[in-house]
């Protein structure tokens, strides 16, 4: 079965930077689309980006001059790149992997594995 692992979360300053890593185990990378996801308390889980197989991506609107997704298939890891950081970027991010098309994957649900995620705390 497939895992993916997060790493690179921690305690930033409003302003400041981190870039989150995703490794993938039990599976071929190359084959999914990959996603980042985040989760603040009370609030619903939202995609912050997303990238296909042929490395086209997409933003949610409100982080989209601040981050890049990437991905480096020969390893098995994707990329979250974040600068400029917010208090409100405050969350527990995940790496997340569909099978499906890349159009269709645009919801939490649209995706097949799930790391345990990482927190980022960006104070103010």
């Known amino acids: 079965q497939v895992h993916l692992l997060e790493s690179g979360g921690g305690l930033v300053e409003a302003g400041g930077s981190l870039s989150l890593s995703c490794i993938m185990s039990g599976g071929t990378m190359s084959r999914f689309v990959m996603g980042w996801f985040r989760q603040a308390p009370g609030k619903e889980r939202e995609m912050v980006a997303r990238?296909?197989?042929?490395?086209?991506?997409t933003y949610l609107e409100g982080v989209k001059d601040r981050c890049t997704i990437s991905r480096d298939d020969a390893k098995n890891m994707a990329y979250l790149q974040m600068h400029n950081l917010e208090p409100e970027d405050t969350a527990v991010y995940y790496c997340?992997?569909?099978?499906?098309?890349?159009?269709?994957?645009?919801?939490?649900?649209?995706?097949?594995?799930w790391g345990q995620g990482t927190q980022v705390t960006v104070s103010s």
């Open positions: 997340a992997a569909s099978d499906g098309y890349f159009y269709t994957s645009e919801t939490a649900r649209d995706f097949l594995s």
């Open positions: 990238i296909s197989r042929a490395g086209t991506s």
